[in-house]
């Protein structure tokens, strides 16, 4: 009996530029869909830039209509400004899927590193250098790409755990 394939996609929330990656997962098989960033216009005004934001992602939404989402958590920086606005950023990370009507799970950025290098403190170049290694063929289009990728990839590790979880929480 073979494992359903699964789309997932893996969001790198980001003001300036929010990162997708897009992977199929059929029982232990990775394989790419796709990637890319959704930018926002940096004069533009808050409110503005999040749109931009939002209708990026629902756009990859309706081209890849994927199963699930998984979204990298926010880590708290010296700059509350800057923590807040990406904190912005990932609400929207967040909505866009769940408005859609995927099922969204999170991860720290250190277990996103430590599922795909092997290490929580691993650089973007072992991250994507990595992801080039665990999805041949990928036409990874930046950093952000990437990370979302791997983002997508952790979710594919981790899914069955994170909806135990779930069960167990309620």
Not at 3 to 23: E, H, N, S, Y
Not at 25 to 31: F, Q, R, V
Not at 53 to 66: A, D, K, M, N, Y
Request: aromatic share 2%; net charge positive.
């Amino acid at each position: 009996m073979s494992a359903k394939a699964i789309r997932i996609l893996g969001i790198d929330p980001g003001l300036r530029r929010t990162g997708w990656g897009v992977i199929v997962s059929e029982g232990n098989t990775l394989k790419f869909a796709g990637c890319g960033t959704v930018t926002s216009n940096p004069s533009a005004d808050l409110a503005t830039r999040l749109c931009e934001l939002h209708t990026g992602i629902l756009g990859v939404i309706r081209e890849f209509t994927p199963d699930e989402a998984a979204v990298e958590n926010t880590f708290v920086n010296r700059n509350g400004a800057a923590t807040l606005k990406l904190g912005q950023a990932r609400g929207i990370a967040l909505l866009a899927p769940a408005s859609s009507g995927l099922r969204v799970a999170e991860y720290a950025p250190n277990l996103v590193k430590k599922s795909v290098v092997g290490t929580g403190h691993a650089d973007k170049g072992q991250i994507r250098k990595m992801i080039s290694i665990l999805l041949p063929g990928a036409d990874i289009s930046g950093e952000d790409a990437a990370d979302a990728l791997a983002i997508a990839v952790t979710h594919a590790h981790h899914r069955i755990a994170h909806d135990l979880g779930r069960m167990v929480a309620s």
